[in-house]
């Protein structure tokens, strides 16, 4: 490759999970510090990045369509735009993509993307890069600080997974569980409240095995984190993201009823809802068990609303295992839940698995699946009509004098009124719909 000018302008396109976001927008504020602006809206960027997914298959071919629509672009206004591909499929990918993509010449791994800059370096002398390093926790050190936050933000608490869910490819994407250290966190999150953050969601692929020594040298699981990071003043709200049945322990069950500002919202996925398929899973719970657990938070918080992952046509599910999926759906009442089509990823065990469900019976199945979830979503919003609760607001709504923000149970509320982002409104919700809640506001609260 040809030495290039260096970059002016820089675009990061994220395409998956929350985490993948959260790096998305760490990627950015590296290119930042660079004096590399964002894109205008719009506008071709001088420096792409395609911040990848890995989980189905439709989400990881993406990365070369994208790639293609980028070298046509490229081609059309005399200038192509300099490509780095990052995110899961870099990880799992990365020598194939160097092969396959002539144009790319960035290749980062998610736990790679801090050395990112000094890869541009090398790229705009001419030469292309692949970094799939997975150097432990080495790229939090690295990144700068956020000097300005959105009301409601993320912070990352843990990477990796061990689980070893039999269709997953986060445990290898993303690598071993390891968890961020307590007093990392806590400085984090106090300089992110410093910055305008509100509200902080913990994120990780499997926060619930988070793990770590506080400044007293005892060690504290997730409930113990939240329980230190409650103390900070003026955050008002801190939820998680994503846990796993198996490692739920009484100790966040009560912090869920002690913690005020842990809001009641739960997402624990249960992906099937049959015990056969979910031992082929290597789900390592049953029906029961996950019932029974949601129970006891239901004990300690009875206003929690539950959230969900759902898997459907996963190898060898019959019509009658996935009525008991839709009969588990029934069961919980789901505020809100997420359902997918089982795709088979290379190098994990289902893929090979006997049995693979054909595509038409899985598109009937979701559709049948995702009616139950919308119906019972439909209903949690209505029953939460009279309710008054605290919004938190986000952003402005289409019309002037309108909001938009979140419910404490993470429904979309939005209202008319004298406001700002960031405020914290006491709200009674008004009017249900679907997938949002109209609001009528009460007064603002103070900080
Ligand atoms: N760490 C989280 C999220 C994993 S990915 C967890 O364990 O819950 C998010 C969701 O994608 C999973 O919960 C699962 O429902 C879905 N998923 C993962 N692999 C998949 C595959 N091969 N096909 C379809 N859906 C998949
Ligand atoms: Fe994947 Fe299972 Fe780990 Fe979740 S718990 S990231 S589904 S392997
Ligand atoms: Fe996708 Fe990687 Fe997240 S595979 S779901 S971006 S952890």
């Given at each position: 490759?040809?030495p290039?000018?260096?970059?002016?302008?820089?675009?990061?396109?994220?395409?998956?999970?929350?985490?993948?976001?959260?790096?998305?927008?760490?990627?950015?504020?590296?290119?930042?510090?660079?004096?590399?602006?964002?894109?205008?809206?719009?506008?071709?960027?001088?420096?792409?990045?395609?911040?990848?997914?890995?989980?189905?298959?439709?989400?990881?071919?993406?990365?070369?369509?994208?790639?293609?629509?980028?070298?046509?672009?490229?081609?059309?206004?005399?200038?192509?735009?300099?490509?780095?591909?990052?995110?899961?499929?870099?990880?799992?990918?990365?020598?194939?993509?160097?092969?396959?993509?002539?144009?790319?010449?960035?290749?980062?791994?998610?736990?790679?993307?801090?050395?990112?800059?000094?890869m541009l370096?090398?790229?705009?002398?001419?030469?292309?890069g692949?970094?799939?390093?997975?150097?432990?926790?080495?790229?939090?050190?690295?990144?700068?600080?956020?000097?300005?936050?959105?009301?409601?933000?993320?912070?990352?608490?843990?990477?990796?997974?061990?689980?070893?869910?039999?269709?997953?490819?986060v445990?290898?994407?993303?690598?071993?569980?390891?968890?961020?250290?307590?007093?990392d966190?806590?400085?984090?999150?106090?300089?992110?409240?410093?910055?305008?953050?509100?509200?902080?969601?913990?994120?990780?692929?499997?926060?619930?095995?988070?793990s770590?020594?506080?400044?007293?040298?005892?060690?504290?699981?997730?409930?113990?984190?939240?329980?230190?990071?409650?103390?900070?003043?003026?955050?008002?709200?801190i939820?998680?993201t994503?846990?796993?049945?198996?490692?739920?322990?009484?100790?966040?069950?009560?912090?869920?009823?002690?913690?005020?500002?842990?809001m009641?919202?739960?997402?624990?996925?249960?992906q099937?809802?049959?015990?056969?398929?979910?031992?082929?899973?290597?789900?390592?719970?049953?029906?029961?068990?996950?019932?029974?657990?949601?129970?006891r938070?239901r004990?300690?918080?009875?206003?929690?609303?539950?959230?969900g992952?759902?898997?459907?046509?996963?190898?060898?599910?019959?019509?009658?295992?996935?009525?008991?999926?839709?009969?588990?759906?029934?069961?919980?009442?789901?505020?809100?839940?997420?359902?997918?089509?089982y795709?088979?990823?290379?190098?994990?065990?289902?893929?090979?698995?006997?049995?693979?469900?054909?595509?038409?019976?899985?598109?009937?199945?979701?559709?049948?699946?995702?009616?139950?979830?919308?119906?019972?979503?439909?209903?949690?919003?209505?029953?939460?009509?009279?309710?008054?609760?605290?919004?938190?607001?986000?952003?402005?709504?289409?019309?002037?004098g309108?909001?938009?923000?979140?419910?404490?149970?993470?429904?979309?509320?939005?209202?008319?009124?004298?406001?700002?982002?960031?405020?914290?409104?006491?709200?009674?919700?008004?009017?249900?719909?679907?997938?949002?809640?109209?609001?009528?506001p009460?007064?603002?609260?103070?900080?």
């Amino acid at each position: 490759m040809k030495p290039t000018d260096n970059p002016k302008t820089y675009r990061v396109k994220s395409f998956g999970c929350q985490m993948n976001v959260y790096d998305g927008e760490r990627m950015a504020e590296l290119l930042a510090t660079r004096g590399i602006t964002p894109a205008p809206e719009g506008e071709d960027a001088d420096l792409v990045v395609l911040n990848t997914c890995h989980i189905r298959e439709k989400a990881a071919e993406k990365v070369y369509s994208d790639i293609g629509r980028l070298v046509k672009a490229g081609e059309a206004r005399g200038r192509k735009p300099l490509i780095a591909v990052a995110g899961c499929v870099a990880q799992a990918e990365g020598e194939e993509i160097m092969a396959r993509a002539p144009a790319v010449s960035m290749v980062v791994g998610p736990q790679a993307y801090h050395r990112l800059p000094d890869m541009l370096d090398r790229a705009v002398a001419g030469e292309r890069g692949t970094d799939t390093d997975m150097p432990a926790i080495a790229k939090f050190a690295s990144l700068p600080d956020r000097r300005k936050s959105p009301p409601a933000t993320f912070l990352t608490i843990q990477e990796g997974c061990d689980k070893f869910c039999t269709y997953c490819v986060v445990p290898y994407t993303r690598g071993a569980e390891i968890s961020r250290p307590f007093a990392d966190l806590l400085t984090e999150a106090r300089k992110l409240v410093e910055a305008g953050a509100r509200e902080i969601t913990l994120l990780g692929q499997n926060v619930s095995a988070w793990s770590g020594e506080d400044d007293k040298g005892h060690r504290q699981g997730l409930a113990g984190l939240v329980r230190a990071l409650a103390r900070i003043d003026g955050l008002a709200r801190i939820r998680y993201t994503t846990s796993h049945p198996a490692d739920m322990d009484e100790d966040i069950i009560a912090a869920h009823g002690e913690v005020d500002k842990l809001m009641p919202f739960l997402h624990l996925p249960v992906q099937a809802g049959s015990d056969r398929v979910l031992k082929a899973m290597n789900r390592s719970h049953t029906v029961e068990s996950y019932l029974k657990l949601l129970d006891r938070f239901r004990a300690a918080r009875p206003d929690l609303a539950l959230s969900g992952d759902f898997i459907v046509g996963f190898p060898g599910e019959t019509e009658s295992e996935f009525e008991q999926t839709l009969a588990l759906v029934d069961a919980v009442g789901y505020a809100q839940a997420f359902s997918f089509k089982y795709s088979p990823r290379p190098g994990t065990p289902a893929a090979t698995m006997d049995g693979q469900v054909a595509p038409d019976i899985m598109d009937e199945r979701l559709q049948r699946l995702q009616a139950a979830i919308n119906r019972d979503q439909f209903a949690f919003n209505r029953n939460s009509v009279g309710r008054t609760c605290e919004v938190l607001i986000e952003r402005r709504g289409k019309r002037p004098g309108q909001w938009l923000g979140k419910s404490p149970w993470l429904q979309s509320v939005w209202f008319e009124g004298d406001c700002a982002i960031g405020d914290l409104v006491e709200v009674e919700l008004a009017e249900a719909g679907p997938n949002s809640m109209r609001g009528a506001p009460r007064a603002a609260i103070a900080a």
